[in-house]
């Protein structure tokens, strides 16, 4: 059957079965979260307890279908989504690790390093902001686009595999460029810009403004 809303708390480590919540799905442990069946919620919050890797991980591989999914805390996070999803708040200590059919952040991401993956949609920051303290990789087909232009993103490197969509992002202070296959137009907006792999694109646009660009 369907729950309007389902909250549930454990003490430690705890495995999901299969759920569909028309509204609030949370879910509040003490260590580990992992799944056995799928999860369908309207608004979804998982929270770990902490953010230590190995001992707080998040991972939802199934097949699931959140509209929104937020973490408040998670070591390393896995989530499978099977369509769009709009990402809120999260605090992540480790890898946030996110396969959707297009990804939105519409909150404010902090994570040690990310992976998106928005195969067959875009990858977008409408109303929230990204800050990655290291790798950060991105992946969009087709004519899909990356759109990470919020003024307070801050990525360390980042790697962008696209096709024939447009990518562009912004950082508050530096960004280092590792590996880019972009075959649409490359737009970078940070204070420094430093190339340290190998950048194959259409067409580029580098602004360092009050920086150097360097290779």
Known sequence: GTLANLTLVDEDDLVLGGATVSTALSVNAQGGITQTGGLLAFSATFDAGAQTPGINDITLSGSNDFDSLSITNGGDVTVVDVDELSLGVANVGGAFNVTAVGIDVTGAITTATLDFDGSGGNIEDTSGSVSVSGLANFTVTGANTIDLD???????????????????????DDISLGSISVNGSLSIDAAGIDITGSVVV?????DATGGNITD
């Open 150 to 172: 919020a003024t307070s993103n801050d990525f360390a490197t980042i790697t962008v595999s696209a096709d024939t969509g447009d990518v562009d992002f912004v950082d508050i």
């Open 202 to 206: 259409d067409d580029a646009i580098l």
